[in-house]
């Protein structure tokens, strides 16, 4: 995707209009007023936007009193904020962002209106998060002024706002409004308008990836959960996080992903979380979701391996981020082991296991292919000088002996073990390599360039790294190697190769 020209942003004295003043358009009204605009908040439901502008107000006065704000700006915002109760009081505006409900009827009739009302430089945004900027745009006479303008939940505090271009829409609009959003003390970045942009589309794999492993009995949620955390580095497990957005609302977003994408399968909706959608079990919000968030429940555990023996004798093979932190971390502790190089990839041998980081390969499947039947398979972690916790997955044929001393081993460098049953890819790994693959497809079929989907996915979910950034971290080839194992471990089209993956590793050229 090219890089767009420069445009600048919209004046103080532009008049900003909200309709909808729900938590996103209160969000986006607060932001605007903070930035110095006059902001014009409306409603259809009675009384909503004159509610919604005193909590505004309140929350100045707020950030005054903590000292985030002084009390003259805290004032002047508060100030500049009005609601109005009719449509035609946005005459005037110069921008009109719409934050209503996700119908696109409703969306296009509320800009059909606005179009004989507003004049012929006046701007027009949606804060869509699912619905195409396209279609919104279609049955407008000049559907060039408009273009997405998707905040993230709270506006006032989420970085992130993607700039989404519909097929009509003018560049110098969404240059526009990128130039607006920066001025406003946000992070834009530019996306074309397919389904889900850019977060909404390669975070379906963070949540799918996990429902997979349950539903193949990998491991208990709280097990699963803590992988990511404690070994991947993300602020909250997929369920946890599945739970807080709420499964009726993820649920109806992988949906609508899938259908937009004419039922790829990468984006397959889940048997289990339909299963919790149907049961009203949508997460917090209704007590139970996938955790039981009633009075007096207990919150279940991670599954850790119980203490090993410290083993007797310890090899670490190599210079790879698991072999260097592992000989950091036993050095620390005080416990002898011995270095060498090796010409496979095995990572360390102990009492009879050797032990390697997964390549997307059951242990079985790579026991049987390498001959070494006390095969140990070792989770991805975003750091392993950092990690408290990693998944392992022991080979059919390994014996007892061998898959204790290899879990003793990890122990006995200061880890958390949660053994999984031996799927493809264990957690971590395969979450990983497929929101960079996810992430490198967006890229390749145009949708955002790679510096916009690395921000994007740090900024909108807060993921340690951005996909891209991570597949350089571990290996580009490593990634395609762990694609194509699951895929061929799967027989499915829901783990094929990005096009673009497979040529960065060809010629070893730079993703991000």
Same mark, same amino acid.
């Given at each position: 995707?090219?890089?767009?020209?420069? @445009?600048?942003?919209?004046?103080?004295?532009?008049?900003?209009?909200?309709?909808? $003043?729900?938590?996103?358009?209160?969000?986006?009204?607060?932001?605007? /007023?903070?930035?110095?605009?006059?902001?014009?908040?409306?409603?259809?439901?009675?009384?909503?936007? *004159?509610?919604?502008?005193?909590?505004?107000?309140?929350?100045?006065?707020?950030?005054?009193?903590?000292?985030?704000?002084? /009390?003259?700006?805290?004032?002047?915002?508060?100030?500049?904020?009005? /609601?109005?109760?009719?449509?035609?009081?946005?005459?005037?505006?110069?921008?009109?962002?719409? /934050?209503?409900?996700?119908?696109?009827?409703?969306? !296009?009739?509320?800009?059909?209106?606005?179009?004989?009302?507003?004049?012929?430089?006046?701007?027009?945004?949606?804060?869509?998060?699912?619905?195409?900027?396209?279609?919104?745009?279609?049955?407008?006479?000049?559907?060039?002024?408009?273009?997405?303008?998707?905040?993230?939940?709270?506006?006032?505090?989420?970085?992130?706002?993607?700039?989404?271009?519909?097929?009509?829409?003018?560049?110098?609009?969404?240059?526009?409004?990128?130039?607006? %959003?920066?001025?406003? #003390?946000?992070?834009?970045?530019?996306?074309?308008?397919?389904?889900?942009?850019?977060?909404?589309?390669?975070?379906?794999?963070?949540?799918?990836?996990?429902?997979?492993?349950?539903?193949?009995?990998?491991?208990?949620?709280?097990?699963?959960? *803590?992988?990511?955390?404690?070994?991947?580095?993300?602020?909250?497990?997929?369920?946890?996080?599945?739970?807080?957005?709420?499964? &009726?609302?993820?649920?109806?977003?992988?949906?609508?992903?899938?259908?937009?994408?004419?039922?790829?399968?990468?984006?397959?909706?889940?048997?289990?979380?339909?299963?919790?959608?149907? $049961?009203?079990?949508?997460?917090?919000?209704?007590?139970?979701?996938?955790?039981?968030?009633?009075?007096?429940?207990?919150?279940?555990?991670?599954h850790s391996e119980a203490a090993q023996p410290q083993p007797g004798?310890?090899?670490?093979?190599?210079?790879?981020?698991?072999?260097?932190?592992?000989?950091?971390?036993?050095?620390?502790?005080?416990?002898?082991?011995? !270095?060498? !190089?090796? @010409?496979?990839?095995?990572?360390?041998?102990?009492?009879?296991?050797?032990?390697?980081?997964?390549?997307?390969?059951?242990?079985?499947?790579?026991?049987?292919?390498?001959?070494?039947?006390?095969?140990?398979?070792?989770?991805?972690?975003?750091?392993?000088?950092?990690?408290?916790?990693?998944?392992?997955?022991? %080979?059919?044929?390994?014996?007892?002996?061998?898959? !204790?001393?290899?879990?003793?081993?990890?122990?006995?460098?200061?880890?958390?073990?949660?053994?999984?049953?031996?799927?493809?890819?264990?957690?971590?790994?395969?979450?990983?390599?497929?929101?960079?693959?996810?992430?490198?497809?967006?890229?390749?079929?145009?949708?955002?360039?790679?510096?916009?989907? &690395?921000?994007?996915?740090?900024?909108?979910?807060?993921?340690p790294l951005g996909p891209l950034a991570w597949a350089e971290q571990? #290996?580009?080839?490593?990634?395609?190697?762990?694609?194509?194992?699951?895929?061929?471990?799967?027989?499915?089209?829901?783990?094929?190769?990005?096009?673009?993956?497979?040529?960065?590793?060809?010629?070893?050229?730079?993703?991000?």
């Amino acid at each position: 995707m090219s890089a767009p020209s420069v @445009s600048a942003a919209l004046p103080l004295s532009a008049r900003i209009a909200v309709v909808g $003043a729900g938590a996103m358009g209160t969000g986006i009204a607060q932001v605007a /007023a903070a930035a110095g605009h006059a902001v014009s908040l409306l409603d259809n439901r009675p009384d909503a936007a *004159a509610h919604a502008v005193a909590a505004i107000r309140a929350q100045f006065a707020r950030l005054a009193d903590k000292g985030q704000l002084s /009390a003259d700006a805290a004032q002047a915002a508060a100030s500049r904020l009005q /609601a109005v109760t009719e449509l035609a009081e946005l005459a005037d505006a110069d921008l009109v962002i719409e /934050a209503i409900v996700e119908n696109l009827d409703a969306k !296009q009739a509320l800009y059909a209106a606005l179009e004989a009302l507003v004049g012929p430089d006046c701007l027009f945004a949606t804060n869509t998060s699912s619905i195409s900027v396209t279609a919104i745009a279609a049955r407008l006479q000049r559907p060039e002024r408009l273009a997405g303008l998707h905040f993230f939940n709270p506006a006032p505090l989420m970085a992130l706002v993607e700039i989404v271009s519909g097929l009509a829409t003018d560049p110098a609009v969404a240059n526009t409004l990128f130039a607006t %959003a920066a001025a406003w #003390g946000k992070t834009p970045v530019h996306a074309k308008s397919t389904p889900g942009f850019i977060v909404n589309r390669v975070a379906r794999p963070y949540y799918a990836e996990a429902l997979r492993l349950l539903q193949e009995g990998a491991a208990d949620i709280a097990t699963l959960d *803590a992988l990511l955390r404690e070994a991947g580095g993300f602020r909250m497990g997929p369920f946890e996080l599945m739970d807080l957005i709420g499964h &009726d609302v993820n649920f109806a977003v992988t949906q609508s992903v899938w259908r937009a994408f004419y039922h790829d399968p990468r984006f397959t909706p889940s048997l289990i979380q339909q299963e919790r959608v149907d $049961a009203g079990f949508y997460g917090k919000k209704t007590g139970r979701g996938f955790y039981d968030y009633r009075d007096g429940a207990v919150r279940p555990l991670p599954h850790s391996e119980a203490a090993q023996p410290q083993p007797g004798t310890i090899v670490l093979y190599g210079s790879s981020p698991a072999s260097q932190a592992l000989a950091q971390r036993l050095g620390e502790r005080g416990v002898a082991f011995a !270095q060498a !190089q090796a @010409s496979d990839a095995r990572v360390a041998d102990v009492d009879g296991a050797t032990l390697f980081v997964s390549d997307g390969r059951s242990a079985t499947q790579r026991a049987h292919d390498s001959g070494i039947a006390n095969t140990v398979l070792l989770d991805l972690a975003l750091d392993y000088r950092q990690a408290s916790r990693l998944g392992v997955t022991v %080979a059919e044929g390994c014996s007892d002996s061998a898959a !204790q001393a290899a879990i003793g081993l990890l122990q006995a460098a200061g880890l958390a073990v949660s053994r999984l049953r031996d799927v493809p890819g264990l957690a971590v790994m395969r979450t990983v390599a497929m929101l960079a693959n996810e992430a490198a497809d967006a890229v390749n079929q145009s949708v955002c360039s790679a510096t916009a989907v &690395d921000a994007a996915m740090r900024l909108g979910v807060n993921y340690p790294l951005g996909p891209l950034a991570w597949a350089e971290q571990i #290996g580009v080839g490593q990634v395609c190697a762990v694609l194509s194992h699951l895929a061929a471990s799967y027989g499915e089209d829901r783990y094929r190769l990005s096009p673009l993956l497979q040529h960065h590793a060809l010629t070893g050229k730079a993703l991000s």
